[in-house]
C-alpha cells in the first residue's frame, strides 16, 4: 500500500486523540491519525472487535486496513481499550463515532451518542475539544454540547465522507475535510489534525457542517435514482442505458461518477440519511419532495428488476427457483445493512421463487435473520443449478467472466440478468442465453 510510505510519523506537533467507538468511520479514523503522528486510544465496547484489532486483525472486509493497522500497532501510538471514560483522559481531542442507525419516523436514533456523551462527560479534560463524526440530525452538535454539561469543553462537527470497500484510501485522500463549530479558530485546530491529507478545509457552522452531510449523500440519491429511473425508460423504449450513460456522462456539468443504473442505491448510509433529512425537513415544517421521489424511484426499480426477472423466468415466479449472485449492498464488503440484493431477493420470494444464493462473504452456514429462507451456496455453479434464471445483483469481480458453457450445462433454462450491467451479454448470448441487463435487453 503505497500510501503507508507516504506522512509516516511526519506531524510535528502530536496532539493525544480519543476515538470512541470502532466502526466503519471509527477505525480508519483513528488509524489516519496514529499513522500521521498523533497519540490514538480506540475505545470498543465490544469484545470481539477489541481483541481482533488488538491481534493486528480487521473486524470489517475493507481493503488495506488490516496492512494499516499492523503498521499502526509497530509505531506503539494506537492503544485500542474498552472504556470510553478512561480513553478520554488525557485526550486534547475526543471524536465520536459511534453508530447512528435508522431510528423511528426516518429520525437517526441517537442513543449511541447520548450513551458516550454520558460515559465521558466527568472524564474529560479542561479544554478537550469533542468533535462529532456519526452522522447526526442538525442540532446535534448543540444537544452533545448539553448532555456534556462543559463549559471548558468545545464541541465541533466534522462529517465524514469514505465509502466502505476504499475507507483508506478516501481517508487518506480526501475530497475535502468540513468542520463546523461556533468558534472557529477550534473548527481550524480540528481541521488541522487532517492537514497532511492535502484536502482542501471547509470551515462552517456546526448545523451548515451537519447538513452538509446529509447534503452530499441525498445529492448522490438522486443522481442514482435519475438513471435508474431513466434505466427503467430504456427498457420500455427499447433503447441502451449503458449507451445513455456514454452519451451524457462526457458532459462535465453531468460526469460519469455515480451514474451507474443498478439494484437501487442502499448500505448503511444512503437509505438512511435520506429518510433523515426528510425527517429533519418536516421538523421544521419544511418539504423535499425530490429527495421523497428519489426514495420512491429506488424502490420501484428494485420492483421494476423483480418485474423483468419473472418475464425471464417465463411470466411466473411460482415455483421458479431464482439464483442470486451477491448479498452485499456493493463490491468489496462484507455489509449487507439495506442491500438492494436483499430486497430483490424479497420481493422474488414474496411472489413464489425459491432463491439459492452465492457471494463470496456469506458462509453456506450463514444463520443472520437477513439470509433465512435463502438456500446459501458456495459457488456460482451451485447456485445456478437447476435455475430458472441467474441474476447479479452485487458487482463482484468474480462475476464478471461467467463460464456461461458450464452454467447453461446445469440450468434449468440459459437465462441472465444482469443487474449491475458488469457483463459483456453478446458473450451470454453465444453460449445461446438470453441475456438482460439494467436497461438493455
Ligand atoms: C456513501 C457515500 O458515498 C459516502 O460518501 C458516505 O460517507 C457514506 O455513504 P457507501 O455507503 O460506502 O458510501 O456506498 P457508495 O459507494 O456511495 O454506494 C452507495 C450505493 O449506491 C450502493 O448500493 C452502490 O451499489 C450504489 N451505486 C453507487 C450505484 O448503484 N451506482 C453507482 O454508480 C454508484
Excluded at 419532495?289 to 424511484?297: H, K, M, Q, V
Amino acid at each position: 500500500m503505497a500510501i503507508l510510505g507516504e506522512h509516516k510519523g511526519a506531524v510535528e506537533h502530536p496532539r493525544r486523540v480519543a476515538v470512541i467507538g470502532a466502526g466503519y468511520v471509527g477505525i480508519p479514523t483513528a488509524l489516519l491519525l496514529s499513522h500521521f503522528g498523533h497519540q490514538v486510544v480506540l475505545a470498543e465496547r465490544d469484545d470481539y472487535r477489541r481483541s481482533t484489532m488488538q491481534d493486528g486483525r480487521s473486524p470489517i472486509i475493507e481493503e488495506d486496513l488490516e496492512e494499516l493497522l499492523r503498521s499502526v500497532l509497530e509505531t506503539q501510538r494506537l492503544r485500542i481499550i474498552g472504556d470510553a471514560a478512561e480513553a478520554v483522559v488525557d485526550a486534547e481531542f475526543v471524536f465520536l463515532c459511534v453508530n447512528t442507525p435508522m431510528g423511528i419516523d426516518g429520525h437517526a436514533d441517537l442513543s449511541f451518542i447520548d450513551g458516550a456523551c454520558e460515559q465521558i462527560k466527568d472524564h474529560l479534560m479542561p479544554g478537550a475539544v469533542v468533535i462529532n463524526k456519526s452522522t447526526v440530525p442538525v442540532g446535534t452538535t448543540i444537544r452533545v454540547a448539553a448532555a456534556l454539561g462543559r463549559s471548558d469543553v468545545a464541541v465541533v462537527s466534522n462529517p465524514e465522507f469514505l465509502r466502505e470497500g476504499t475507507a483508506v484510501r478516501d481517508s487518506f485522500g480526501p475530497d475535502r475535510t468540513v468542520v463546523g463549530g461556533d468558534d472557529l479558530e477550534v473548527a481550524a485546530t480540528v481541521g488541522g489534525l487532517f492537514a497532511l491529507t492535502g484536502a482542501p478545509l471547509v470551515v462552517t457552522d456546526a448545523a451548515t457542517a451537519e447538513l452538509i452531510k446529509y447534503a452530499a449523500n441525498t445529492f448522490l440519491t438522486t443522481k442514482l435514482s435519475f438513471i435508474n429511473a431513466m434505466s427503467q425508460l430504456c427498457d420500455a423504449l427499447g433503447a441502451n442505458a449503458v449507451d445513455l450513460v456514454r452519451g451524457i456522462g462526457h458532459d462535465p456539468r453531468i460526469g460519469f461518477s455515480f451514474l451507474n443504473p443498478g439494484p437501487g442505491w442502499g448500505g448503511p448510509c444512503l437509505p438512511k440519511d435520506s429518510h433523515a433529512l426528510v425527517a429533519i425537513a418536516e421538523s421544521v415544517g419544511e418539504q423535499i419532495p425530490l429527495i421523497s421521489a428519489a426514495i420512491e424511484t429506488n424502490s420501484r426499480q428494485q420492483r421494476h428488476i423483480v418485474q423483468r426477472v419473472q418475464e425471464l423466468a417465463g411470466g411466473s415466479l411460482a415455483g421458479a427457483r431464482i439464483a442470486v449472485l451477491g448479498l452485499t449492498f456493493k463490491a468489496n464488503t462484507g455489509d449487507r445493512r439495506d442491500s438492494p440484493a436483499l430486497v430483490i431477493t424479497k420481493l422474488l420470494r414474496d411472489a413464489g421463487a425459491e432463491i439459492t444464493a452465492y457471494d463470496p462473504t456469506v458462509p453456506v452456514d450463514a444463520s443472520d435473520d437477513d439470509v433465512k429462507g435463502l438456500t446459501l451456496c458456495a459457488s456460482v455453479l451451485e447456485a445456478a443449478r437447476d435455475a430458472r434464471v441467474l441474476l447479479i445483483l452485487t458487482e463482484w469481480n468474480e462475476f464478471r467472466e461467467l463460464d456461461f458453457d458450464a452454467l447453461g450445462g446445469v440450468m434449468a433454462q440459459r437465462a441472465v440478468f444482469d443487474g449491475r450491467n458488469i457483463l459483456d451479454l453478446d458473450t451470454a448470448r453465444s453460449a445461446h442465453f438470453v441475456a438482460w441487463g439494467i436497461g438493455r435487453s
